[in-house]
């Protein structure tokens, strides 16, 4: 026997007894997509790392350590590093905006996207080499309305999901006039405590000072006296702020400010934030994330648009919702259709078809097992209903696998007597 193969590291298989609860978390993320009138938009799984380096920053973790680079079989060792699949969609919906020349539409343009991402990452739970995101953005929209919308979008996303107690952390770390003045009182700041910093939070004082502050093992100390962002923005970046902040208040979305929170990504401009479960803000337990990017479209060569918008993780939300109980949505209560005539194939299939025309979930026995042997099946199955094939095709017998009562009655009159 030869040696069975297992699924990828960082990886994990949808497994049938999963897929209820990825349904829901799935159909209310298109749901709210539709009803919040955004448009659907799709790009390709692998783009030029070029893509991402320049987008999501050369020092970002996602470029840095996790980029998952895929070639083709002949390539040479430099073509190995042109393509890497999506960590993220961000940077790959602004590139498709780019190049379509999507400024001349009616905007702002509403877009979302779900599905996989992959960050050659060091697999834990809650952190996965391929992960699926809801990603919401709005391109061509200043804010700060807007602002506010994605962070209440986001937050009723996870109401719906039947989630308690979701937080919005929030900062704003400024923009290209104020960003520069407040990262120089950082690096000087930290620069004179480099030896309370981790190594990796050295390096970074160098090429990305910013990421020292969400450094999970940086000294609280630190940490408590280093300079915030928000003492640092001009006065359009504190006024934006405000006005995002009052909006949210007056549509009692639960928020709190966090001065730390400056993201992984470099894009990020202004307004930034991420959804936790209150009180469990550990570095895998961001349920989403996002913020403005006003600054990304002129990065990737387009002309200067504002942007923002969220990436909401399904696998954590759909663990969250595990955790915290929440029954997934109930689906359509199952049929069996089995026979008491062994040969019948023909007739159960006619039906099912019947059935499953008029709106109905079904689900035929094709074995030649006694009707008790098929009736046991299905209730082990987890079918509400039986619908029996006699000899006659047209009248059956409907069976209440929980009640144990049945009654004969015409196959066409089946949906409505179950409905
Ligand atoms: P992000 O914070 O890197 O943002 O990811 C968003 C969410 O994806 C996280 O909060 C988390 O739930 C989930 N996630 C990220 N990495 C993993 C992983 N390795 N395993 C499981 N889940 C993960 C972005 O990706 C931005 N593109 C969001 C955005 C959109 N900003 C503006 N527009």
Same mark, same amino acid.
């Given at each position: 026997?030869?040696?069975?193969?297992?699924?990828?590291?960082?990886?994990?298989?949808?497994?049938?007894?999963?897929?209820?609860?990825?349904?829901?978390?799935?159909?209310?993320?298109?749901?709210?997509?539709?009803?919040?009138?955004?448009?659907?938009?799709?790009?390709?799984?692998?783009?030029?790392?070029?893509?991402?380096?320049?987008?999501?920053?050369?020092?970002?973790?996602?470029?840095?350590?996790?980029?998952?680079?895929?070639?083709?079989?002949?390539?040479?060792?430099?073509?190995?590093?042109?393509?890497?699949?999506?960590?993220?969609?961000?940077?790959?919906?602004?590139?498709?905006?780019?190049?379509?020349?999507?400024?001349?539409?009616?905007?702002?343009?509403?877009?979302?996207?779900?599905?996989?991402?992959?960050?050659?990452?060091?697999?834990?739970?809650?952190?996965?080499?391929?992960?699926?995101?809801?990603?919401?953005?709005?391109?061509?929209?200043?804010?700060?309305?807007?602002?506010?919308?994605?962070?209440?979008?986001?937050? %009723?996303?996870?109401?719906?999901?039947?989630?308690?107690?979701?937080?919005?952390?929030?900062?704003?770390?400024?923009?290209?006039?104020?960003?520069?003045?407040?990262?120089?009182?950082?690096?000087?700041?930290?620069?004179?405590?480099?030896?309370?910093?981790?190594?990796?939070?050295?390096?970074?004082?160098?090429?990305?000072?910013?990421?020292?502050?969400?450094?999970?093992?940086?000294?609280?100390?630190?940490?408590?006296?280093?300079?915030?962002?928000?003492?640092?923005?001009?006065?359009?970046?504190?006024?934006?702020?405000?006005?995002? %902040?009052?909006?949210?208040?007056?549509?009692?979305?639960?928020?709190?400010?966090?001065?730390?929170?400056?993201?992984?990504?470099?894009?990020?401009?202004?307004?930034?934030?991420?959804?936790?479960?209150?009180?469990? %803000?550990?570095?895998?337990?961001?349920?989403?994330?996002?913020?403005?990017?006003?600054?990304?479209?002129?990065?990737?060569?387009?002309?200067?648009?504002?942007?923002?918008?969220?990436?909401?993780?399904?696998? %954590?939300?759909?663990?969250?919702?595990?955790?915290?109980?929440?029954?997934?949505?109930?689906?359509?209560?199952?049929?069996?259709?089995?026979?008491?005539?062994?040969?019948?194939?023909?007739?159960?299939?006619?039906?099912?078809?019947?059935?499953?025309?008029?709106?109905?979930?079904?689900?035929?026995?094709?074995?030649?097992?006694?009707?008790?042997?098929?009736?046991?099946?299905?209730?082990?199955?987890?079918?509400?209903?039986?619908?029996?094939?006699?000899?006659?095709?047209?009248?059956?017998?409907?069976?209440?696998?929980?009640?144990?009562?049945?009654?004969?009655?015409?196959?066409?009159?089946?949906?409505?007597?179950?409905?």
């Amino acid at each position: 026997m030869s040696r069975p193969i297992s699924a990828p590291r960082g990886t994990r298989d949808l497994l049938p007894e999963d897929g209820a609860a990825w349904n829901h978390a799935e159909a209310i993320a298109r749901d709210l997509s539709h009803r919040y009138a955004f448009d659907r938009i799709e790009t390709p799984l692998f783009e030029r790392t070029e893509l991402f380096a320049r987008g999501l920053g050369e020092a970002s973790d996602a470029v840095e350590k996790e980029m998952f680079r895929v070639s083709g079989p002949t390539a040479s060792e430099e073509e190995r590093a042109e393509w890497a699949l999506r960590p993220e969609p961000t940077a790959g919906i602004i590139r498709a905006f780019v190049e379509h020349g999507m400024y001349v539409r009616p905007g702002p343009l509403r877009v979302w996207m779900l599905g996989p991402m992959f960050r050659y990452d060091r697999p834990q739970a809650g952190r996965y080499r391929q992960f699926t995101q809801w990603d919401v953005e709005v391109i061509g929209d200043p804010g700060p309305m807007v602002d506010a919308e994605v962070i209440e979008l986001g937050h %009723r996303y996870f109401a719906e999901l039947g989630l308690t107690d979701v937080v919005a952390y929030l900062n704003s770390i400024g923009d290209a006039t104020c960003r520069p003045g407040y990262r120089a009182a950082l690096v000087e700041y930290l620069a004179a405590r480099q030896d309370r910093l981790t190594d990796d939070s050295r390096r970074r004082l160098r090429t990305n000072p910013l990421r020292v502050l969400d450094d999970k093992d940086l000294d609280p100390e630190v940490a408590a006296g280093a300079p915030r962002s928000v003492d640092h923005l001009c006065d359009a970046c504190r006024a934006h702020f405000d006005t995002v %902040r009052g909006l949210l208040d007056g549509l009692g979305v639960r928020y709190e400010l966090d001065h730390r929170l400056v993201r992984g990504l470099d894009y990020y401009t202004r307004t930034t934030f991420e959804f936790f479960v209150a009180g469990r %803000r550990g570095q895998q337990q961001a349920l989403g994330g996002g913020g403005r990017y006003d600054g990304l479209a002129e990065l990737l060569g387009g002309r200067p648009t504002p942007g923002i918008g969220f990436g909401i993780g399904i696998d %954590r939300s759909v663990l969250a919702a595990a955790e915290q109980g929440v029954e997934a949505a109930v689906e359509a209560p199952l049929v069996a259709v089995v026979s008491s005539e062994a040969g019948e194939l023909g007739l159960r299939l006619a039906a099912a078809a019947t059935l499953r025309a008029a709106g109905l979930r079904v689900r035929a026995d094709g074995s030649t097992r006694k009707l008790g042997k098929q009736l046991e099946s299905a209730a082990k199955l987890g079918a509400r209903w039986a619908v029996i094939i006699g000899d006659d095709p047209g009248t059956v017998i409907l069976r209440d696998l929980d009640e144990h009562t049945q009654r004969e009655l015409p196959l066409s009159e089946v949906a409505a007597a179950i409905g």
